[in-house]
């Protein structure tokens, strides 16, 4: 195919989401004979890896914590351009500002999108004026799209309830997808009470929550081990800076590991994995570790209960508490060690079963089709 005439744009506001979370679906595309162009701000470390998976790049300045409505109106028409020097035969996004501009410009540009909400963000975790500025790009932007994609039922519900997309647009997939022979079941139980965290430092995925229950847990049983894994400066506005991270390690509350590549040698050596985040669309720490055979401990919230089933893959907490935090990671302190595997079993069966990658690949393409993305590309 000719690399002066690209076929398909996909956009995120990060390279690095692209590579972790878009690997299967941009090499089932590659296979397919289909030309991808990766729309995302330049990244010295995650952009030439997706030039390495066959994707040609695109710079787009998504300012993903940012309010600026010049700087977003830029963008828009930085996209925009694109699609018309591009003339892609459609544009599939992932991350608010891909989806709601990439949506628009789409429309400007005579463009099919296929956006993915998979997730909602802070505009939705916290009520404000905000959120409803935001809705009204929401539906404005997925007037036209043909096919809308969720990664879980609460939020697709949310939108159909605000009239943001309507029944026949709206599907759900099951996460972006898991590698089970890559995250292949480890069920040994090597480190019994060690937990950790893997996430960006953010006040949103329950950073603090875990922090505060560590150190109460700590201080009733030394024995118990902490670790947080997840890159410090992140640009969000919900960010936890790094004198409050360094203040927890000095306390002796837990350990702060800086982010990896390869995440299966952290998660095969927790006893359980943890995340008290306010929201997800569809956790991909969880799906990593359920398929690891690990038990978990996350939130009662959309994109974590969807996977964490209480007394059977792991406990629930409320969000924002805690209290009911510290009281699931108690439990799973004092679980003996046939409860425990019966609960890595379980984990690894629903992986296997609700959250294959092959399942969601075939799920993508059915989507595609039915916006008629692939019959044009196939037509090029």
């Excluded at 828009?76 to 035969?89: C, D, K, S, V, Y």
């Excluded at 608010?96 to 540009?109: S, T, V």
């Excluded at 907490?317 to 425990?340: G, V």
């Amino acid at each position: 195919m000719a690399p002066s005439a690209p076929l398909l744009m996909i956009s995120a506001n990060q390279a690095w989401n692209l590579v972790n979370f878009r690997k299967g679906l941009i090499q089932a595309l590659i296979e397919q004979g289909v030309d991808i162009i990766a729309a995302a701000p330049h990244d010295d470390v995650w952009s030439p890896r997706l030039e390495a998976m066959g994707c040609r790049l695109a710079h787009v300045a998504y300012d993903a914590s940012g309010l600026s409505p010049h700087r977003d109106a830029g963008t828009l028409r930085q996209i925009f351009g694109l699609m018309r020097q591009h003339r892609p035969a459609g544009w599939l996004s992932w991350t608010p500002k891909a989806n709601i501009y990439g949506a628009l410009a789409a429309r400007a540009a005579g463009v099919t999108a296929i956006p993915n909400v998979s997730g909602l963000g802070t505009a939705f975790i916290r009520r404000t004026p905000l959120t409803a500025a935001v809705a009204l790009l929401y539906r404005f932007a997925f007037t036209r799209c043909p096919v809308v994609l969720f990664q879980n039922h609460d939020d697709r519900n949310l939108f159909e309830r605000w009239r943001l997309t309507h029944p026949d647009q709206a599907h759900v997939l099951p996460g972006s997808g898991i590698d089970l022979a890559h995250f292949a079941a480890d069920r040994e139980r090597r480190a019994p009470g060690h937990f950790v965290m893997i996430a960006r430092l953010l006040a949103d995925k329950g950073v603090r929550e875990f922090a505060q229950a560590a150190r109460i847990l700590r201080q009733q049983d030394p024995s118990l081990q902490f670790s947080l894994v997840g890159p410090l400066g992140v640009d969000n506005r919900t960010a936890i800076g790094p004198g409050e991270v360094a203040g927890w390690v000095q306390e002796g509350t837990l350990r702060h590991l800086p982010p990896v590549d390869d995440v299966r040698p952290v998660i095969s050596g927790a006893d359980w994995i943890v995340l008290p985040s306010y929201r997800e669309g569809m956790s991909r720490l969880l799906l990593e570790a359920a398929a690891m055979g690990r038990p978990m401990i996350a939130t009662d919230v959309p994109g974590c209960r969807d996977i964490v089933i209480e007394g059977s893959t792991g406990f629930l907490a409320q969000p924002r508490s805690t209290a009911s935090l510290t009281a699931a990671l108690k439990r799973a302190a004092a679980t003996d060690d046939k409860t425990w595997h019966r609960m890595a079993n379980a984990a690894r069966e629903m992986a296997e079963t609700c959250f294959s990658q092959e399942k969601v690949l075939s799920l993508y393409f059915e989507a595609m089709y039915r916006a008629d993305i692939l019959q044009r590309c196939n037509r090029a």
